[in-house]
């Protein structure tokens, strides 16, 4: 029969996590070029097409965000999250249930949270309209958006409400 392309598994699926090995080794001996290589995948036009590739691409970032070093490199952190941070909205808004929850994924990555905290109001106002404007039909997606709320919401409860009263 014919396969419907929603139920195609994309090729690079086959070889990713060895990829994924192959790059991260690099990352080991050179970190300072983690920032970039995040900043350039989320520039990618996959993230206007192939679903499955999407939420293939978002666990990559996320398996290089663990091998950032604890340091961090202000300069390099900005850009990098402005791009990361713009694809995770658009990917957390998404009616795609497994790329919603590959996306609010992110918020259990010890690495992400300490960027989220270090850039709180870049996070808080990039992320906050997305998770709190759009209700998903999926109920893990509702859950895993509620829990990320609640963990943007304990950094700075003031902030946050502040944020969600212009939301309103």
Known sequence: GIVLWRDQTPILEVFHEELCQCIAILFQRRPEFIYETI??????KIFSGNTGKQVLILHEIESYLRLLPDEGNHAKEVPMMQT??????????????????????YFRNP????????????????????????????????KMTHNGLKQLMEYDPDAFRDLCNRLV
């Open 39 to 44: 900043t350039v995948l989320c520039q990618t």
């Open 84 to 105: 990361l941070l713009k694809v995770l909205m658009r990917c957390m808004s998404s009616e795609h249930s497994r790329l919603a929850e590959q996306a609010l994924q």
């Open 111 to 142: 690495k992400f949270e300490a960027l989220m905290k270090a850039h709180y109001e870049l996070t808080l106002s990039t992320l906050l309209p997305s998770l709190v404007c759009r209700s998903s039909w999926n109920p893990t997606v509702r």
